[in-house]
């Protein structure tokens, strides 16, 4: 089978899609979203989330920060993509002196997992092991038309037919060229570099 490697930004990141991507032989390279946090309350703070929650295969628990065992206690699917996911808690929240900067729930904390979590876990090994990865992706192209379209404000196209929009878009990255090689280099420099060619 051939092996395909796959490289995305955080915005494609998505569960189902990546255990699809496993399932066809496809390695993917996709980072990981920062876990969201109430603004309000800013809990669980970065010691606490859910990435500090180790996960124990043969016993099929979760350990949180302070040592605590936490058991699968139900599951519930997910009406979005009919994902099954399992839900862990732990009686020793109530008595955790920690508690307040975990959760604000008054049942204590509880972590999701998904029945296929451990495709996702490949996923951040993967990336662990290998972050010159993603770090090159972000080096390349796409991040140019976000800076474009989004930063520069430059959404469409103006003209139409596919000469007219070569040239309109060859002058786009012209622009861009020139900006990125000012921002780098300084215009100084540059000024000495073309007096000197």
Not at 152 to 158: D, E, I, K, Q, T
Not at 162 to 169: A, C, G, H, P, R
């Amino acid at each position: 089978m051939e092996i395909l490697n796959a490289c995305a930004d955080a915005g494609y990141y998505d569960s189902v899609d990546l255990k699809s991507c496993e399932d066809n032989g496809i390695t993917t390279y996709v980072p990981v979203p920062k876990q969201k946090v109430s603004k309000k309350t800013n809990v669980p703070t970065p010691d606490y989330h859910h990435e500090k929650f180790t996960y124990n295969g043969d016993s099929d628990t979760y350990t949180c920060p302070q040592g605590h065992a936490m058991h699968r206690c139900g599951s519930r699917r997910k009406k979005s993509d009919d994902r099954l996911i399992y839900l862990y808690r732990t009686k020793s929240c109530q008595a955790c002196p920690m508690c307040a900067v975990c959760t604000t729930s008054t049942q204590g904390r509880s972590i999701n997992r998904w029945e296929h979590e451990a495709v996702l876990d490949r996923l951040k090994q993967r990336l662990a092991n290998q972050p010159k990865i993603t770090k090159q992706r972000k080096a390349i192209i796409e991040h140019i038309f976000g800076t474009i379209k989004k930063i520069w404000g430059y959404g469409r196209l103006l003209l139409r037919r596919l000469m007219n929009v070569d040239s309109e878009i060859a002058l786009m990255n012209t622009a861009y060229n020139i900006r990125r090689v000012l921002n780098i280099v300084g215009t100084q420099k540059l000024i000495l570099h073309f007096q000197q060619g």
